[in-house]
């Protein structure tokens, strides 16, 4: 079986190999671990639900774009206390999509 090899630590000025002293810690909350993710079918006719209701992504929407939804997002994320349920999702695009998450990743990395 083939393992990747130890890696030094990211932390300035440490270096060490496999270093557990500096791991970063997953999403941080202040309500506890986020809540179990939906998945399988019952995912796959929320999202039927969610783009038949709600065809177009929201964001573009805003800017007075009609492009198709094509991803079921949390408006607030799991990570950040959000519930996996419909009053907590909206139908963005790819693009849209991806520019959100790297806001939510910029925020992850600034509340270590």
Known sequence: ???????PCSHPK?????CTRH????????SGPPP???????LQRLRMQLFAAHPWCVLCLRRGVKKAATIRDHII???EGGRDDETN????????SDIKT???SARGVRRQ
């Open 36 to 42: 179990p993710r939906i998945r399988g079918r019952q």
């Open 77 to 79: 994320p799991l990570g």
């Open 14 to 18: 440490c270096g060490n190999l496999n």
């Open 89 to 96: 999702e909206q139908g963005l695009c790819h693009d849209c």
């Open 102 to 104: 790297r806001a939510e």
């Open 23 to 30: 791991q970063a810690a997953a999403w941080r909350t202040t």
């Open 1 to 7: 079986m083939a393992m990747a090899p130890p890696r």
